[in-house]
């Protein structure tokens, strides 16, 4: 009588898992990934949202929305990015179409990492909010930041992906920088759209990041009252739109 072979040992999840964790180390053991990109939001936040409020908590609070956004879209600018483009140039995506692993196991793979360093920064951000900066919320509302910034990263992975297919590992984070930090000023991520001058509020919708923004803002109620499905379709949109052209960009490089 043969052997019975556990399911599980033909499993493709049991490759897609492998490859999460793998990736998900490699990033995590990646000072000059994980360190300014969970550093940064945190430090800001520390200054401007617990610092520098003036004892009301509403800066405290509207900061831990937008801080928590700003936070999200580098982890999925750099984390798809950077990445995409060094093992491009290095011949490693190549490898990885001859190896014996599920289609799209990479690409997963990145989306699980950058997922979780957003829950690592959702979570900090909270952690510190509700014991220093004394932000009080209601479970549901921690609840649907989290799950904001955790789904938020995926059209961000996107652009980035977009980006790395595009240009090398040299070039990448000084273009992502371009894009990132212009991107979160213009959308109200670092100061209220009220504050800033009137055609910058006007034009922030065509910014990505607004609506992830917005969206977080909702929850804590300082958002400019446009509705939810509009900004979700717009991440939608995004997400697949540069999810299309990347994978076509990287098609076409082969």
Same mark, same amino acid.
């Given at each position: 009588?043969?052997?019975?072979?556990?399911?599980?040992?033909?499993?493709? +999840?049991?490759?897609?898992?492998?490859?999460?964790?793998?990736?998900?180390?490699?990033?995590?053991?990646?000072?000059?990934?994980?360190?300014?990109?969970?550093?940064?939001? %945190?430090?800001?936040?520390?200054?401007?949202?617990?610092?520098?409020?003036?004892?009301?908590?509403?800066?405290?609070?509207?900061?831990?929305?937008?801080?928590?956004?700003?936070?999200? $879209?580098?982890?999925?600018?750099?984390?798809?990015?950077?990445?995409?483009?060094?093992?491009?140039?290095?011949?490693?995506?190549?490898?990885?179409?001859?190896?014996? %692993?599920?289609?799209?196991?990479?690409?997963?793979?990145?989306?699980?990492?950058?997922?979780?360093? !957003? !829950?690592?920064?959702?979570?900090?951000?909270?952690?510190?909010?509700?014991?220093?900066?004394?932000?009080?919320?209601?479970?549901?509302?921690?609840?649907?930041?989290?799950?904001?910034?955790?789904?938020?990263?995926?059209?961000?992975?996107?652009?980035?992906?977009?980006?790395?297919?595009?240009?090398?590992?040299?070039?990448?984070?000084?273009?992502?920088?371009?894009?990132?930090?212009?991107?979160?000023?213009?959308?109200?991520? +670092?100061?209220?759209?009220?504050?800033?001058?009137? $055609?910058?509020?006007?034009?922030?919708?065509?910014?990505?990041?607004?609506?992830?923004?917005?969206?977080?803002?909702? %929850?804590?109620?300082?958002?400019?009252?446009?509705?939810? !499905?509009?900004? %979700?379709?717009?991440?939608?949109?995004?997400?697949?739109?540069?999810?299309?052209?990347?994978?076509?960009?990287?098609?076409? !490089?082969?």
């Amino acid at each position: 009588m043969s052997a019975i072979v556990p399911l599980s040992a033909h499993s493709p +999840w049991r490759s897609y898992l492998q490859e999460a964790k793998c990736e998900a180390l490699r990033m995590l053991r990646e000072p000059a990934f994980c360190l300014p990109v969970i550093g940064f939001p %945190v430090l800001f936040y520390l200054l401007f949202g617990v610092l520098l409020d003036k004892g009301e908590g509403k800066a405290a609070q509207y900061l831990l929305a937008t801080y928590g956004a700003f936070g999200v $879209i580098g982890a999925g600018l750099f984390g798809f990015g950077v990445t995409i483009a060094v093992d491009r140039e290095k011949g490693l995506l190549r490898l990885k179409r001859a190896l014996p %692993v599920p289609p799209g196991a990479l690409l997963l793979a990145k989306m699980v990492m950058a997922m979780l360093f !957003a !829950a690592i920064i959702s979570l900090v951000l909270a952690v510190i909010a509700a014991t220093v900066a004394g932000v009080t919320l209601e479970p549901s509302q921690w609840l649907r930041l989290l799950l904001i910034d955790v789904l938020g990263v995926l059209p961000f992975c996107a652009i980035g992906l977009y980006v790395g297919a595009l240009v090398g590992g040299n070039a990448a984070p000084a273009l992502l920088n371009m894009l990132y930090l212009p991107m979160a000023f213009l959308s109200g991520l +670092w100061l209220p759209l009220t504050l800033l001058p009137g $055609i910058l509020s006007t034009i922030a919708p065509l910014w990505p990041a607004y609506h992830l923004g917005q969206l977080a803002l909702k %929850v804590v109620g300082f958002d400019m009252g446009q509705p939810i !499905a509009m900004h %979700v379709a717009v991440l939608i949109g995004i997400a697949a739109l540069f999810f299309v052209l990347a994978q076509r960009r990287l098609s076409a !490089a082969e």
